[in-house]
């Protein structure tokens, strides 16, 4: 490999690979066995190590989007698991306040109280 190459572009983790598309619903399965903790720390473990600002800060091939709309979509504390379903699932937000004009003419809003590292789970919600 050239000296510009990252030197682990599939973003392994034990065997679940961050540089594959499709396995990008994966760390948030664990919402669908109660254990929405599990969930928060490892998207934030994914978005701290394998994504930064440097040349090679995306671990994969971005090759239509997905590696960016991963990131986008977790860095706001959700995402769409099933993507015909309409259904999204918690994860951790890194963003402190955000505001989403829905199509529908409401607002959603998500305005993180304690945004530190300990502090990385979500104790409540309301919809």
Same mark, same amino acid.
């Given at each position: ?17 961050? &540089? @594959? ?10 919402? *669908? ?20 600002? =440097?040349?090679?800060?995306?671990? &994969?091939?971005?090759?239509? &989007? =997905? ?10 504390? *959700? ?5 015909? @379903? ?17 199509? @529908? ?15 990385? @789970? ?6």
């Amino acid at each position: 490999m050239g000296e510009e190459a990252s030197p682990d572009i599939s973003g392994l983790i034990g065997q679940y690979a961050q &540089g @594959n598309e499709p396995n990008h619903h994966i760390p948030y399965l664990y919402n *669908f066995a109660g254990e929405q903790w599990k969930t928060a720390s490892m998207t934030r473990t994914l978005m701290d190590s394998m994504y930064t600002s =440097q040349p090679d800060g995306l671990c &994969g091939n971005e090759d239509a &989007g =997905q590696m960016s709309a991963w990131y986008v979509m977790s860095a706001m504390g *959700f995402y769409q698991v099933h993507p015909g @379903n309409g259904v999204y699932v918690i994860g951790s937000p890194r963003m402190e306040d955000l505001k989403l004009h829905l199509p @529908n003419g409401k607002i959603f809003e998500i305005h993180v109280l304690e945004r530190k590292i300990q502090k990385i @789970n979500i104790s409540e919600d309301h919809v």
